[in-house]
């Protein structure tokens, strides 16, 4: 099956700074790569999504990059907030519309003022 | 929309109970997924159901989980008997057809003394 890892386990940025944080997954078709914001005590909400038809999706001041030949994804935050601060999952299928995910485990994320 | 509903919001039992934990998926979603989060171990997907149907199981740890979704607005996540290390946040999702996107409730946090 899918196995999906994401480093860092853990990030602290400067606020106004840009935080990175990568994803690499096994299975070649795998076509849609979602990442999901998770804050303290809370629910994981979905932030952006990307298919594997398209290179680069941008909202914002998050975006997301996908290299299909590396089988790699990352997740681009610009201009940090305090309120960025979360946990940020990784996730990815190979059945778009099936919606079996698997997660990565994790990164935390911690802007400082 | 009131979002996807778990209760209980906290459940506190003793090994060997039966606890049970309950999910209304939002309105029009087909899919419905329980997933189990834990330091250790991250999100970890034990069941979903396609249109009331269960697909796949093979996250559920044991026999001692079972889940049933009786109608397109209800299911629930049985464990009997409890033991210690089922302590964790239980998330029910749901999704519409033809979208990945999950929607994920508040979560159950269970704590087996």
């Known amino acids: 099956g899918e196995n999906v890892e994401q480093h860092p386990s853990t990030l602290s940025v400067q606020e106004g700074d840009s935080a990175v944080i990568k994803c690499t997954y096994s299975d070649s078709a795998s076509n849609y790569f979602p990442w999901y914001k998770q804050e303290l005590g809370k629910r994981p909400q979905l932030i952006i999504d990307i298919r594997s038809n398209v290179g680069e999706k941008k909202d914002q001041r998050i975006a997301v990059t996908l290299n299909k030949t590396a089988k790699h994804f990352s997740l681009h935050i610009t201009e940090t907030q305090p309120e960025d601060s979360a946990v940020y999952f990784c996730?990815?299928?190979?059945?778009?519309?099936?919606?079996?995910?698997?997660f990565g485990t994790g990164t935390r994320l911690t802007i400082i003022p | 929309d009131a979002g996807v509903i778990q209760s209980p919001r906290h459940e506190v039992t003793e090994m060997g109970q039966e606890v049970t934990l309950r999910c209304k998926p939002i309105?029009?979603?087909?899919?419905l997924f329980w997933y189990r989060q834990t330091m250790m171990r991250g999100l970890e997907l034990l069941i979903y159901?396609?249109?009331?149907?269960?697909?796949?199981d093979s996250g559920m740890p044991e026999d001692r989980f079972s889940a049933k979704m009786p109608n397109a607005s209800f299911s629930t996540l049985k464990i009997q008997p409890s033991e210690p290390r089922d302590s964790a946040v239980y998330f029910c999702a749901s999704s519409i057809p033809g979208a990945a996107a999950l929607h994920f409730g508040n979560g159950t946090r269970l704590t087996v003394t």
């Open positions: 309105s029009g979603h087909n899919s």
């Open positions: 159901f396609n249109n009331n149907v269960p697909i796949d």
């Open positions: 996730a990815a299928t190979t059945n778009f519309g099936n919606e079996k995910l698997t």
